[in-house]
Each structure stands twice: as C-alpha cells, then as structure tokens.
C-alpha cells in the first residue's frame, strides 16, 4: 500500500478529532490528531487477500507502539457530543458505549490499548483471519467484526 495522509480533514468544516495513531511509511495526521505516534521508516506491509476459507490480513505489528503515547479506551465520554445534533455517543439502547474488546473479541487493555482494532498480543510479521472471524482460543464464541459495550 502507498502511503496517504490526512490532511484533507485539516479543511473540515465541522470538528474532528483523533488520538493516539500510528503513523507508518511516511503517513501524515491531520491537524485534529492528538499524541500521534510517527514512524515514517517502519513499513508495516499491510496486504489484504482472499483465499477460499476467508480474508485474511498480511501486517507486521510493533509491540512498543504500546508504550508510547498512553491511550484511552473509546467511551462516550472520551467522544463527548455530536455537533450538528448535540448528542452523545451512545448504545441503541441509550447506554454509554464503551469498546472495550477487538475486532476478535479480545478483552482491551482498559490502562493503554493497543491502536487500531487489534489487542495485539505478540509483535512482529501476522497473518489475521479477518473474515469469517474465528472463535477466541478460550473458547468463547465469535466476535462481530465491532463489539460495542454499555460501560458498567
């Protein structure tokens, strides 16, 4: 993949924000990105791919993104109110979200989660069934591809 960037949102004309990124092989945040994280010589390697049993994501992972900068987990109070209606993020049933598990289903790291939509365990070269997504090694049944929580 090339690189891109976001500077594009630097000209919205409502306001945006983001936090706690990565940036990879020369990626570029746009101005509302908070605490990003640049590694401009790192090359990732995403590659997405069919094969016959499902999709799978070629991408190599750093652990020490987890050290630096300290993240929080998405909640309705960290995503505050939508301009336009001036409501707060919420569940369908009108309870505060919290995402507080991965695409996979992983329990987050309340503390500091990993960024992007992977609790990584281990770092280096991954290949992740992306799709169908399969049953956590404990057991548990599988996720949807975005688990949306009530926050306790």
Request: charged share 20%; aromatic share 8%; glycine share 8%.
């Amino acid at each position: 993949m090339a690189p891109c960037n976001l500077l594009a949102l630097d000209h919205s004309s409502l306001p945006c924000f983001a936090a706690g990124n990565v940036f990879t092989k020369g990626t570029q945040p746009s101005k509302f990105e908070a605490d990003a994280l640049l590694k401009p010589d790192f090359d990732p390697g995403v590659k997405l791919s069919q094969r016959a049993d499902g999709w799978y994501l070629d991408i190599t992972l750093d652990p020490s993104w987890n050290a630096e900068p300290v993240r929080k987990l998405v909640t309705t109070e960290l995503l505050g109110k939508a301009k336009v209606p001036g409501c707060a993020f919420a569940n369908a049933d009108g309870s505060p979200l919290g995402i507080d598990t991965d695409y996979f289903g992983r329990k987050r790291n309340e503390q500091n989660p990993f960024p992007g939509p992977f609790e990584v365990v281990r770092g280096g070269h991954q290949i992740l069934t992306v799709w169908p997504v399969e049953p956590p090694q404990d057991g548990a049944p599988p996720a949807l591809p975005v688990q949306i929580h009530p926050m306790q």
